[in-house]
């Protein structure tokens, strides 16, 4: 630069020494380059790649030029076609190219990576597979040479080290085989190098086993494993690492799975042997390998997706849990083993529990009309057995109440017979059952539940039984044993009764009634027994409970008046789960948390006193289809009222349960309370968002904006508490209501007060739903995302929502209360105007609203007061901009009426749903 703008001798002497050293580096470059020891060489071709590359070659240097003397030959064709010499020649030259096509396939398929490593691979696997077929036939006529070399613990550890190695193998092999066609060859030689090794200490582990079975087993899963690893092999050798290959990747798929279900079966074969004789090394260490690789952390590129890791996650961890609880049912299998007779009532019971819980779904597939027989069969067809199955299981209760005091193998026996004999039975009768054909669902649920009784006596007799296991006679539990044993007997003679007379029709309905009776007997002795629930219920589920007595009485009442066995089967099936379902709730509802002892007391008497009343109501019904009189029938009425009379102590016990706050929660004024305690907890949340609200940072400018915001959240908050404040006190009037008598906690004219409670929450839906609106609307004008109309219009759908809720407690309510008084003082001008005068809740809503309203209004009005016109100078451009102005102002005129037209049709929509009150204050 300095010699460029001023060449003179002293410029030019510090050029040439500056660029000095540039000179000698070049020189020196220059000098290394032309020296021959850095000299390049040309790449050459060896000899083996050179031969490999000979069969492509060949085979498609003859598909050009066989292809071209093809097309030399057709040319000639075209000229003179008749000339069959010329055609033969063609037809030599078609094959030539068909051959020269297909060798060049074949080369290229047979030269591709990993193929030949496949072909190697697997004829050593074949030679394996070979071996191990060999040592099988050895195993099978006992003449397998015992290994002496070595010990057996040393063969299982190399034995399982193999396995394991082979299991790492499997992915790998898979991935090159679809998309990695380099990794193939080194993969699959790996892979075969395993199993010489595998099948030698496979053949030694299985010399040195004693039991002929489990050499048998260990061969035939390592001859399996080499046999899935020989399609392993085939399958990748087709897909040969090429991912365009799709078709070939779900047999390569398939086959990595098959491989790796091997190698999992052998693994679970030689941990078994290796725990049989106390060697668990190869277990500990397998899962301290698992903890260092946990320690390594996550890989950097992992291969597969957040769903295919937790898959495999979830699956092996639920496999560990199979596991651990078998490992768990192992050991307690041990410690049980010293008193074989309880454990086996444990079982018995655990198995009878389940016959319950299928005879139930039994039941309620034939209320719903869908048990029927499969092959057309009757009733006859399963009398027989099903009364023959019976008086075994009678024979199998005395051998079991025999042996509480006998041996524990004895009582083991019986309590397996048991169980057996039950489930025989279960099934025989459920069969006869379907057999009565859906068509008469009362008298299939009859015959269920008679085995069902049975049922549930032989597990309360197996648990008698395992309690007076051992025990000496004057025991107490040898006492409840016999109690069992005597219900027992009681429900299999009331089973065999019911099966002879399920095709009377003259009587099934009679037995049928006795059945349940003696049901309900059994239930009210649990009811009355000193036994704590295992849980507790809610005191409005037993009130809800009572509703099926209710029900029942009707049901039994109906049916004693007609004497028609349907109806009676029917008063029998529904009056057995009726008192059952009050019995149990009305005992786990005296238990409930903080009910005192008195009212519980109560209760359970109440219960009882009910059940007895209902069993003096069936027993009455018993008695008239046995001698049908007019007097015995009108004395219906009486044991109904007796039964009524107890359901309405027990409610009333039950409402003591829940204390002074106890409601009806389907009475429409509790509704209509909830709904506007649930509107004022709304907007006092919306109110607290509000709050949190401040105006958005700007910079540093004129301050109206800053006040008109601080105006903006002011005025919502004050309408949110006003609202609040508002529906609180519409709470408060509807209470009022309800005490003087206006409305009725259960309401006389349910009609008309549902109509005016569904007024009310329909109005404090709207209040919530406004103010909610009314939040956002002034959140997102504060924040710069909504026009100050948004804003105008929300607040003006608070005031009108908050005039109808109004409206909504003044159409039955005292306006000299002082729940009103809180609410709003309003006269009435001439015209019929609402005008308000005081401070009360609605007055501050519209109040607040107003002030809201004027805010946004003056900020909208100064906004477009800020907004200054340019008018354009030039004639034509004047007249452009009126013509756009009366444009626009056309286009918003025509948006007005269709915004009123839709407003107009939203508000008719939704004043069918009002209540005539509403409408007619509303016009």
């Given at each position: 630069m ?13 050029c040439?020494?500056a ?20 000299a ?50 063609l ?32 004829d050593?696997?074949n030679?394996?597979?070979r ?38 193998l ?11 066609a ?21 053949v030694?582990?299985?010399s040195k086993?004693?039991d ?7 061969l035939?899963?390592?001859k ?5 690893a020989?399609q ?7 897909g040969?690492g ?10 390569i ?15 679970v ?18 899962i301290?390998?698992a903890?260092s ?7 950097p ?11 495999t ?33 444990i ?24 048990l ?8 006859a ?18 051998l ?5 005091a ?21 099934e025989?009768?459920?069969l ?7 068509n ?21 007799l ?11 006679a004057?025991?107490?539990?040898m006492?409840?044993?016999?109690g069992?044993?005597?219900v ?7 089973l ?73 089967i ?26 005192s002892?008195?009212?519980r ?7 009882t006193?009910?059940?007895l ?6 027993e ?19 044991f109904?009222?007796?039964v009524?009379?107890?359901?309405t102590?027990l ?7 829940k ?20 509107a ?11 709050e949190?609200?401040?105006p ?6 004129a301050d ?22 508002l ?8 209470r009022e ?16 007060d ?6 009310l ?19 997102a ?12 219009s929300s607040?003006k ?12 407690c ?9 729940a ?7 006269v009435?001008?001439?015209?019929g105007?609402i005008?308000?005068?005081e ?27 800020d ?6 100078t ?14 626009e102002m056309?286009?918003k ?18 004043y ?12």
């Open positions: 300095a010699l460029d703008g001023d060449f003179s001798e002293d410029n030019r002497n510090k040439r020494i660029t000095t050293p540039l000179i000698e580096a070049v020189e020196n470059l220059t000098a290394f380059a032309s020296n021959p020891e850095f390049s060489i040309p790449a050459q071709i060896s000899s083996e790649g050179s031969q490999a590359q000979e069969p492509i070659l060949v085979s498609a240097k003859t598909m050009l030029e066989s292809s071209s003397y093809l097309i030399r030959t057709a040319r000639s064709l075209a000229i003179n076609p008749k000339d069959p010499p010329t055609w033969s020649v037809a030599g030259h078609s094959h030539t190219v068909s051959d020269s096509i297909k060798s060049l396939i074949t080369s290229i398929r047979d030269k591709a990576p990993g193929q030949r490593e496949c072909d190697y691979s697997i050593g696997i030679r394996c597979i071996d191990i077929e060999q040592a099988s036939l050895a195993a099978v006529s006992q003449s397998l040479a015992t290994r002496d070399d070595i010990s057996v613990e040393a063969l299982q550890e190399q034995l399982t080290s193999v396995v394991q190695e082979i299991g790492h499997i992915d790998p092999i898979a991935t090159a085989a679809r998309g990695e380099a990794q193939l060859g080194h993969k699959v030689t790996q892979l075969a190098s395993y199993f010489e090794p595998l099948i030698l200490a496979a030694g582990v299985a086993m004693l002929h079975q489990q050499q048998m087993t260990v035939d899963q390592t399996t494993l080499a046999e899935s020989l392993m092999l085939y399958a990748a050798k087709e040969g090429n991912p365009k290959a799709q078709h070939t990747h779900d047999a798929t398939e086959a990595a799975q098959l491989m790796k279900e091997a190698v999992d079966d052998i693994m074969t030689l941990n078994e042997a290796a725990s049989e004789v106390g060697l668990v090394g190869g277990m500990v260490d397998a301290a390998e903890m690789k946990l320690d390594e952390g996550t890989p590129e992992p291969k597969g997706t957040f769903v295919d890791y937790q898959t996650v979830v699956k092996y961890s639920k496999a560990i849990a199979v596991t651990a609880q078998e490992m768990v049912s192992l050991v307690l299998s041990a410690l049980q083993a010293g008193n074989k007779g309880t454990q086996a009532c079982t018995a019971a655990t198995a009878v529990s389940g016959i319950i819980a299928d005879l139930d779904t039994t039941i309620m597939f034939a209320t719903a009309g869908t029927n027989a499969e092959n057309g069969e009757t009733f067809d399963h009398r027989e057995n099903i009364l023959k199955t019976a008086k075994a299981l009678v024979e199998d209760t005395k079991l109440v025999s042996g509480a006998s041996t524990p193998d004895k009582l083991a026996q019986a309590a397996q017979s048991s169980a057996a004999t039950i489930t025989q039975l279960a025989v009768v459920k006869g059952a379907a057999s009565l054909g859906s008469d669902p009362e008298t299939q649920v009859v015959l269920i539940n008679a085995i069902k009784d049975v049922a549930k006596a032989l597990s309360d197996i648990g008698a039984t395992k309690g007076a296991a051992s025990k000496p004057d025991d107490p539990s006492y409840q044993l016999k069992a044993a005597k027992m007997v009681t429900n299999v003679t009331s065999l009764k019911t099966v002879k007379a399920v095709e009377d029709e003259a009587t099934r309905g009679t037995r049928a009634l006795e059945a349940t009776i003696e049901y309900i007997k059994q239930e009210l002795t649990v009811f009355q027994s000193k036994d704590i629930p295992e849980k507790t219920s809610s005191p409005e589920e037993s009130i809800r409970m009572t509703k099926g007595i209710t029900m029942a009485t009707a049901k039994a009442v109906a049916a004693g008046n007609s004497c028609r066995q349907e109806d009676v029917a008063t029998a099936n529904l009056s057995r789960k009726a008192v059952s379902d009050m019995l149990i709730a009305c005992k786990q509802a005296s238990f409930y948390p903080d009910v002892e008195e009212v007391t109560r209760a359970l008497r109440y219960g006193e009910c059940t009343g209902y069993l003096d109501l069936l009455h019904v018993l008695v008239i289809l046995q001698k049908p009189t007019p007097e015995l029938k009108h004395q219906l009425a009486a109904s009222k007796r009524a009379g107890a359901v102590e409610i009333q016990a039950a409402e003591a349960m204390g002074t706050e106890w409601v009806d929660p389907e009475d429409p004024t509790v509704i209509a309370e909830t709904e506007l305690l649930g004022a907890a709304s907007i006092e949340a919306a109110a607290k968002k509000l949190q609200l401040k958005r940072a700007k910079p540093k400018q109206e904006t800053l006040d008109f915001e601080e105006q903006i959240l002011e005025a919502a908050k004050s309408i949110a508490a006003a609202t609040s404040a529906v609180k006190s519409a709470s408060a009037a509807q209501l309800v005490a003087q008598g206006k409305v009725g906690s259960i309401p006389a004219n349910a009609a008309d549902g109509q005016w409670s569904q007024g929450i329909s109005a404090a839906r709207m209040v919530a739903a406004a103010t909610s609106s009314l939040c956002e609307a002034a959140n004008s504060v924040q710069g995302h909504a026009s100050e109309e948004k804003l105008i607040a759908q608070v005031a009108a929502s908050t005039a109808q809720l109004l409206v909504a003044k159409v039955k309510a005292d306006q000299d209360s002082e009103m008084k809180r609410l709003q003082v309003m009435t001008d001439a015209g105007k005008l308000l005068l401070r009360a809740a609605g007055n501050a809503v519209k109040r607040a609203s107003d002030n809201l309203v004027r805010a946004a209004q003056k900020a909208a009005f100064g906004k477009a007061d907004d200054d016109v340019v008018v354009k030039k004639f034509v451009g004047g007249i452009a901009q009126i013509i756009a102005a009366q444009e056309l286009k005129e025509r948006e007005l009426e269709e915004a009123r037209k839709k407003l107009a049709q939203i508000r008719q929509q939704q069918k749903f009002l209540p005539t009150e509403l409408r007619e204050d509303e016009g």
